[in-house]
């Protein structure tokens, strides 16, 4: 069973940053890539950034552009968000999650397999 594990959380002033790492373990699995989604108390779910593992840029959530950066570990189960310049609407809980496939593309949470415990990020005003 695969398991995902973040870490970087934590409470932080406006305008500070944060860096997020989630790294996979046990068994043994063949992804696409990861993403990293965030859940604020009382709201649904929503996409932030996901990452394939053969390469490229990220794709991000509109909101985090220019902010937030989603980058891959040397090894094949190792995945970063670099979150810079945050906002006090950026609090919620973080999870990652490995999908296998990309036909359902990648900013639905349906579309990925495995998930993380989560990791809360607070930001003061």
């Known amino acids: 069973q695969v398991q995902l594990h973040e870490s970087g959380g934590g409470l932080v002033q406006a305008g500070g940053s944060l860096r997020l790492s989630c790294a996979a373990f046990?068994?043994?699995?063949?992804?696409?890539?990861m993403g990293w989604f965030r859940q604020a108390p009382g709201k649904e779910r929503e996409f932030v950034a996901a990452?394939?593992?053969?390469?490229?840029?990220?794709t991000y959530a509109d909101s985090v552009k220019g902010r937030f950066t989603i980058s891959r570990g040397n090894a094949k189960n190792t995945v970063y968000l670099q979150m810079n310049s945050l906002k006090p609407e950026d609090t919620a809980v973080y999870y990652c999650?490995?999908?296998?496939?990309?036909?359902?593309?990648?900013?639905?949470?349906?579309?990925?397999?495995?998930w993380g415990q989560g990791t809360q990020v607070t930001v003061s005003s």
């Open positions: 990452i394939r593992w053969s390469g490229g840029s990220g």
């Open positions: 999650a490995a999908i296998i496939s990309s036909l359902h593309g990648v900013v639905t949470p349906s579309a990925y397999d495995y």
């Open positions: 046990r068994g043994t699995f063949s992804s696409y890539g």
